[in-house]
């Protein structure tokens, strides 16, 4: 079982190159998102998707783009990079919520290192 | 809107020691609660989660948490600490029937001989 697929595990990017994360997960989950993890603050929701064609943004979108062509795909694009986004990405899937007293866990890929010169 | 605080950001115990890790949340709507551990180069592993029920929640690794609405608190605790506990942890919550996780800043526990 493979569940979610992080790639590349590491990089180092110059400022102003662009760059794709992949997230893949075999789970079929509907529901998938984009974290970035920096010393001290927790994981912070960037983006996320409740299906294939639907994308929102989390509590720190700016400088990141997404799409969800696919339910298995999630990939999240540095655009023009800047050395504020030196993190680490982690990528989660879960199945939706259809019922209110449900409680699916997201599960979270081994996270994507990257650093911006 | 929906918020966690860990208190301690370090929390040191020895071996075979009681592990107590704190977790205040505020959430505007009955919350669902979780705790994750996260191990070195790795990604977040469930612990446990609380829904609704029971409010004492067993999870993986002797950890269990306790739900106290009164005090808005879900602290994660292990009667006995060992080596391999030794991690950095995560409380976060969630409202309603949103997916979304708010995470708490995580703590950090050492364990020594």
């Known amino acids: 079982n493979a569940g979610v697929t992080q790639t590349p595990k590491f990089q180092v990017l110059k400022t102003g190159q662009s760059m794709t994360l992949q997230c893949a997960q075999d789970?079929?989950?509907?529901?998938m998102s984009w974290y970035r993890q920096d010393p001290g603050m927790g994981l912070r929701l960037i983006h996320y998707?409740?299906?294939?064609?639907?994308?929102d943004q989390g509590e720190v979108p700016n400088g990141y783009n997404v799409s969800r062509s696919t339910t298995e795909d999630f990939p999240l694009r540095l655009l023009s990079a800047a050395p504020s986004q030196t993190s680490v990405y982690f990528c989660?899937?879960?199945?939706?919520?259809?019922?209110?007293?449900?409680?699916?866990?997201?599960?979270f890929g081994d996270g994507t290192r990257l650093s911006i010169l | 809107a929906q918020s966690v605080t860990q208190l301690g950001s370090h929390v040191s115990v020895s071996e075979g020691a009681l592990v107590l890790l704190r977790c205040n949340y505020s959430?505007?709507?009955?919350?669902?609660l979780f705790w994750y551990v996260q191990y070195p180069n790795q990604g977040l592993q469930l612990l446990l989660k609380?829904?609704?029920?029971?409010?004492l929640v067993k999870g993986i690794n002797g950890f269990e948490a306790e739900f106290k609405k009164s005090e808005t608190s879900f602290h994660l605790t292990k009667p006995s600490a060992h080596m391999s506990d030794a991690a950095e942890y995560f409380c976060?919550?969630?409202?309603?029937?949103?997916?979304?996780?708010?995470f708490g800043t995580g703590t950090r526990l050492q364990v020594t001989l």
């Open positions: 998707s409740v299906g294939a064609g639907i994308t």
């Open positions: 959430s505007s709507v009955p919350p669902y």
């Open positions: 976060a919550v969630r409202s309603g029937t949103a997916s979304k996780l708010t």
């Open positions: 609380y829904t609704t029920g029971a409010t």
């Open positions: 989660a899937s879960s199945p939706r919520d259809r019922l209110v007293k449900s409680n699916q866990p997201q599960h």
């Open positions: 789970m079929n989950h509907e529901y």
